[in-house]
């Protein structure tokens, strides 16, 4: 399948909460599967031999894992598929690193935690940074994308996932499409006033 990225809304508490408490995440990106916030978190772990031999039991699980109150328009998600790493490319100019605010899709604001939600942790940003990415996307549109596009580079670079010689302008026109989507999302959510965690899986 490879790797997938995706964006979801998030209220600036619940930030907070989730950098508080990482398993939260889980609660976010998995509401219906309450074991995997249990077992980030450590909770209900099985003993290892020596506590078996000796006895020991299983802890017992809550009834309930900890719930993330949503609000209205909170928790939208956009699916960018694979042309996350494109899109980094045009806005950066670089396979996994850039600038603020331009590299908010793979290394801009906070990780939450160490829990691994696929590749590695979620990260998030908060309302006034969504707020200042947003700002900047609206400044580009698809000639600014196609200007940095350049499949040589991008394959020299290694840019995710690999396709830019092979498909050319119908590479471009996968990212120019997601891109579009990306600012609206953005632009929605900065109008709302909601901060946005992104996740790669």
């Known amino acids: 399948?490879?790797?997938?990225?995706?964006?979801?809304?998030?209220?600036?508490?619940?930030?907070?909460?989730?950098?508080d408490d990482p398993p939260l995440v889980w609660r976010v990106l998995m509401p219906d599967m309450p074991e995997l916030y249990f077992e980030a978190a450590g909770i209900?772990?099985?003993?290892?031999?020596?506590?078996?031999?000796?006895?020991?039991?299983?802890?017992?699980?809550?009834?309930?894992?900890?719930?993330?109150?949503?609000?209205?328009?909170?928790?939208?998600?956009?699916?960018?598929?694979?042309?996350?790493g494109g899109i980094h490319y045009l806005l950066t100019g670089t396979a996994w690193?850039?600038?603020?605010p331009l590299n908010f899709l793979v290394c801009g604001?906070?990780?939450?935690?160490?829990?691994?939600?696929?590749?590695?942790?979620?990260?998030?940003?908060?309302?006034?940074?969504?707020?200042?990415?947003s700002?900047?996307?609206s400044a580009m549109d698809a000639a600014d994308l196609k200007s940095r596009f350049d499949p040589e580079a991008m394959m020299a670079a290694e840019v995710y996932p690999e396709i830019w010689e092979e498909e050319g302008e119908e590479a471009f026109d996968y990212c120019a499409e997601y891109f579009n989507d990306l600012k609206r999302f953005l632009e929605?959510?900065?109008r709302a006033g909601h901060g946005v965690m992104v996740h790669l899986a």
Do not use: C
């Open 1 to 19: 399948m490879g790797m997938v990225l995706t964006l979801h809304t998030i209220r600036d508490e619940n930030i907070d909460r989730l950098h």
């Open 44 to 84: 209900g772990r099985k003993p290892g031999l020596f506590g078996r031999l000796m006895g020991k039991k299983p802890e017992p699980l809550p009834d309930a894992p900890p719930e993330i109150d949503v609000s209205d328009g909170e928790g939208e998600e956009l699916y960018l598929d694979k042309s996350w």
């Open 188 to 190: 929605k959510a900065s």
């Open 109 to 133: 604001g906070q990780p939450v935690g160490d829990v691994d939600v696929g590749f590695g942790p979620a990260h998030t940003l908060k309302s006034s940074e969504v707020k200042e990415v």
């Open 135 to 137: 700002a900047a996307l």
């Open 97 to 100: 690193e850039g600038e603020l």
